[in-house]
């Protein structure tokens, strides 16, 4: 997009996702070809959450994914499309350390979390806001756990599933806690589209993603086939698990619950003073 081209004359829009088994689930079908894009070219760029969170601070990209406690800080350029979400449904990060710990165990320590902008490091700051924030490459998250670098580590992606096997003990999975205090869905990730876009584009792109997401619901195996690229050394059976967990009935709509599940998450950040501004929550419809 140049800074002088209307809506109506672009042709080509940049999606920005992960390049974990999930999201390349939700983008098969738009990443082989197999829906109609209304005359639009979709190109792909894979980073890690945390990139894409601090590339929306800056609008660099029409359409990606960013973490619901990002959307706090872009919600003037960006609004949520009502598709996309990743939301852990009683389940979500996990708050892991070498040996069994409780609550009263977190205070005061070094955990390693996969980014400041991450729903995650947020979850985990309205249960227990006292510790020390090591900012750590989501995969490398593990190893900093088991080398002692950290005492606990706060996994999200495929750690979720794989910290058992390498020995680590789960003090607290954030999204069913989360659940415990509200009765709500965990609100992890979004897709969102620039408003810049104008109405008529932003609707266009809004069908061409649901379509993806719909597709491969519809067409789970081949669409399992092509995530399983990325899915970091989880077997078949695992890493349909963990895709079945990030992309559901909520991923092709929040829902009423969905959508309070965001206010409600966003306000009791804003509440606890660990967002730094009010936030509108608005659905791209």
Avoid at 61 to 86: D, F, R
């Amino acid at each position: 997009m140049t800074d002088t081209a209307t809506p109506n004359e672009i042709r080509t829009i940049h999606v920005a996702h992960s390049p974990d088994s999930d999201d390349a689930f939700m983008f098969y079908a738009l990443a082989e070809n197999k829906i109609d894009t209304e005359g639009l070219t979709y190109v792909h760029e894979l980073q890690d959450i945390e990139t894409l969170n601090q590339r929306a601070r800056r609008a660099e990209l029409e359409v990606t994914a960013v973490s619901i406690h990002a959307y706090a800080y872009i919600s003037e350029q960006y609004a949520l499309l009502p598709h996309g979400a990743s939301m852990g449904d009683q389940y979500g990060p996990r708050l892991v350390s070498r040996t069994p710990g409780t609550r009263a165990d977190v205070k005061g320590k070094r955990i390693a979390i996969p980014g400041p902008l991450t729903s995650a490091y947020l979850a985990l700051q309205l249960y227990e806001p006292d510790f020390e924030a090591v900012f750590t490459p989501f995969d490398e998250i593990e190893e900093a756990v088991i080398s002692g670098a950290v005492d606990m580590g706060l996994l999200i992606h495929e750690g979720q599933l794989t910290y058992q096997d390498v020995g680590l003990h789960l003090v607290v999975d954030m999204g069913a806690w989360w659940f415990s205090e509200t009765g709500l869905p965990l609100p992890l990730g979004g897709n969102v589209i620039r408003k810049d876009l104008g109405p008529d584009l932003l609707r266009k792109v809004s069908r061409t993603l649901r379509a993806s997401i719909k597709y491969a619901l519809d067409h789970r195996a081949p669409a399992l086939a092509h995530a399983m690229q990325y899915a970091r050394g989880l077997d078949p059976k695992k890493a349909d698990e963990f895709v079945g967990m990030y992309v559901n009935d909520w991923t092709l709509d929040y829902g009423e619950r969905g959508r309070e599940a965001v206010r409600l998450f966003l306000k009791r950040g804003v509440d606890a003073g660990l967002i730094t501004r009010p936030v509108t929550v608005e659905f791209a419809e």
